[in-house]
Structure formats: C-alpha cells, structure tokens
C-alpha cells in the first residue's frame, strides 16, 4: 500500500507539477489514508531519490575510474594545460528511507486495537533521557573516570528503573517520557554532521540496542499498568534521525504487540500534552539544526519568553492549570518553581554516564531518571529522582 502511495505520488508531481507535499496530501486521499508529517517525509525522500537527473559530466568522469558518482564528494580534473576543481552537488544527497523499510517489515503484521484510558485520579510519570547509546565512555581505560556504556551496562540500568517505577507505583496510568539524545550519533557523529564522536557500537549495533532496550522497558511495565502512553522526543542535536527511526520502529512494535500501551513520536523542537488539569511541555532543550545555543539549565529571560510565547500561542492556561516545561540535553537534575508565575522549569538528569569529553571539560557528574506521582486536579506532585552509582 505505501509503496503504491509512493508512486502515486510521485506521478501526480512530476505530470500534474504539483508541489511535494500536495501531491502526497491528495495520494492520501485517493488511497484514504490519513495525511501525517511522517508520511510526508517518506514521499519527499522517495520523490528525491526517483526524480532528478545527475549531471553527465560527473557521471561519466565517476564511471571511467569505477566509481560511483553517489561516494564522490568532488573531482579535481587536471591535465598539462589546466586544472579544474568541481564539487559534486549530488554527494550525501540520497537517504536510506528507512520509514519504508519499517513498514514494509510490519506489512504482514495487524495493529491490535487500543483500550481507552481508565479514569482515574492521578497518574504515575517517568523521564527519561540523553541515553547517549552506542558512546564511548571508556575510552579504552583513558577516561578520567572511564565507565563501561555498553549493552550489558545499559540493560541492568533499565531493570533498575522498572524496579523503581514498581517500587513507587500509585496509579493504572504511566506516563513515559524519553526526551531525545537516545542515540549517541549516526556514523560517528551528530545528526548535524561535523562532530565527532567516540563510539562503542556500529550503527546496526546501537539500532538493535536500541531498539530492544525500549521494548524491555515496556515489556517489563505492560503486565502493571492498565495504560501506558510513550511520549519521544525526535529533535534532537544527537539522535535526530537515527533517533526517529527507532522510536518508530518502536512504535511499529508496539502497535501490533499491546492494546493498553500508546506510542507518540514527536517531530517538533517543542511540543506538549495535556492530562488532568496538568500540561506538559516537552523538549530535548536543542534542536536538530537551527540553535546553536538551546535552553540553559538555569531558566533566563531569552528562554522565559519562548516558552511564554508557546503558552499563548496554544492557549494552555485556559486548558490547564499547571503547566511543566521539561528538557534534557543539559544533563543535570534542576527543578525551577520559582522563576516564572506561568510555568515550573525543569531539567532532567542524563541516563547515560558522561562522555569522555564531558568528564575533562566538566566533571564526572551524576545520571539517573525522575519519576513522579502526580494528582489529576491538583498541584500535588511526589517527585522521586533516582541517581546511579
């Protein structure tokens, strides 16, 4: 079905030059399938790869020393008279569409139906975040405080979470949010591409981990509650992509495995939801590619005023009365009442231990997790912060 969506779409840009995103809008409706952001992405990358035409001169200068002309990154012609330098405007352009691939896998697979949230009176919420998988904390005995960051390491710190989210239960809702960084890099770098990164794991290898040490989360949390809803964090500046990718494959998972446990991937820098009469907003604190500097640990003017400008322009404070703004990125347990009369700031701890890089600029430091009891229609809220040895 979506690779005939696909092609649909791909038919109506090219013979009715419509604009990417309206000829997915109305493939979606010939093949009556819900628009979404997701599929979008999927179309314009299948657009791009099966779509343009490559220069003829790079090509056949790439093809008469065996190369392909997608691995070259530029050509450098000399000959006794002169020599020319040309950039290859096609190199890094062509993506794996991996949403694809996903969906092709669970193609065979039905999605179970969702039971509704129970009521309630309050519910039980776990952070999480900057898991950092697949980095290097070690540093082959050459970090300050070198620390094993691998799959072993990473699946005995889950178990300890599901014990103390057992431990402290209260209510049959859990609320989980993972606030992005939840992969180290792609390729031995950030998704913004320049920064290198010591890594542990192949990308195949962090995806794998990855991947299973979600669904050993929930495997271990389904039997307990009578409703879960998994909130990701997608925007990030170290998984952004590859972060996506397994949150959705996750999801796929998820929707054909469990009926009380609801998966929602988030795109946005910034984005919130609403239970009781609490709001959350959530964020990594720095984007994928336009800031350079996200939100600071210690909440500032610059950050008040954006997160004021998100609260009008959604209308929260006549939907809720108690409004959170919760990040990561800084790794570092913060938790702000005071700052601001509209909104509490707060920042959450690194799951992972620190970086090599981390411990000799900064300082070793502490990971762990946050969970919290919270009250439907008060502002009664248990918060149990658990750090790592």
């Known amino acids: 079905m979506r690779k005939q969506l696909y092609e649909l779409a791909l038919k109506l840009y090219r013979e009715n030059f419509l604009s990417k995103t309206d000829a997915t809008k109305k493939a979606c409706e010939q093949f009556r399938i819900d628009y979404s952001d997701s599929i979008r992405r999927s179309v314009d990358r299948y657009i791009a790869q099966n779509i343009g035409s490559v220069d003829e001169g790079i090509s056949n200068a790439s093809e008469s020393v065996d190369v392909n002309y997608e691995n070259v990154a530029h050509l450098w012609l000399k000959t006794k008279d002169a020599s020319l330098f040309v950039k290859n405007p096609w190199y890094g352009t062509k993506e794996i569409d991996f949403q694809s691939v996903i969906d092709s896998c669970m193609s065979e697979y039905q999605e179970v139906p969702k039971i509704g949230i129970p009521k309630s009176r309050s519910f039980d919420r776990l952070i999480w975040t900057d898991a950092h998988i697949g980095m290097d904390a070690h540093g082959n005995g050459m970090s300050l405080y070198p620390m094993d960051w691998n799959e072993g390491a990473l699946m005995c710190r889950i178990d300890i979470m599901v014990n103390f989210i057992l431990e402290n239960k209260s209510s049959n809702i859990l609320i989980i949010d993972e606030l992005g960084d939840f992969m180290d890099g792609w390729n031995g770098e950030t998704t913004r591409g320049g920064h290198k990164l010591p890594q542990n794991m192949t990308n195949q290898e962090a995806f794998d981990v990855g991947l299973r040490a979600k669904l050993r989360l929930v495997d271990a949390l389904s039997h307990h509650y009578k409703h879960i809803t998994c909130n990701n964090i997608c925007n990030d500046n170290h998984a952004g992509s590859f972060g996506y990718v397994v949150n959705s494959a996750f999801k796929s998972v998820v929707d054909c495995k469990y009926s009380n446990v609801l998966v929602n991937n988030y795109n946005k820098f910034i984005s919130h939801y609403i239970i009781g009469d609490h709001c959350f907003i959530i964020s990594h604190g720095k984007d994928d590619k336009n800031l350079k500097f996200g939100f600071k640990p210690m909440l500032d003017a610059r950050g008040a005023e954006k997160i004021s400008q998100y609260i009008r322009h959604n209308n929260l404070l006549n939907e809720c009365k108690y409004i959170e703004f919760s990040k990561g990125d800084s790794h570092q347990c913060l938790f702000d009442m005071c700052t601001s009369d509209e909104f509490d ?45």
């Open 345 to 389: 700031y707060f920042n959450f701890p690194a799951f992972s231990p620190s970086s090599q890089w981390v411990q000799t600029n900064f300082k070793k430091g502490r990971s762990g997790f946050v969970m919290q009891n919270v009250d439907m229609n008060s502002d009664r809220k248990d918060i149990k912060p658990y750090f790592f040895n």
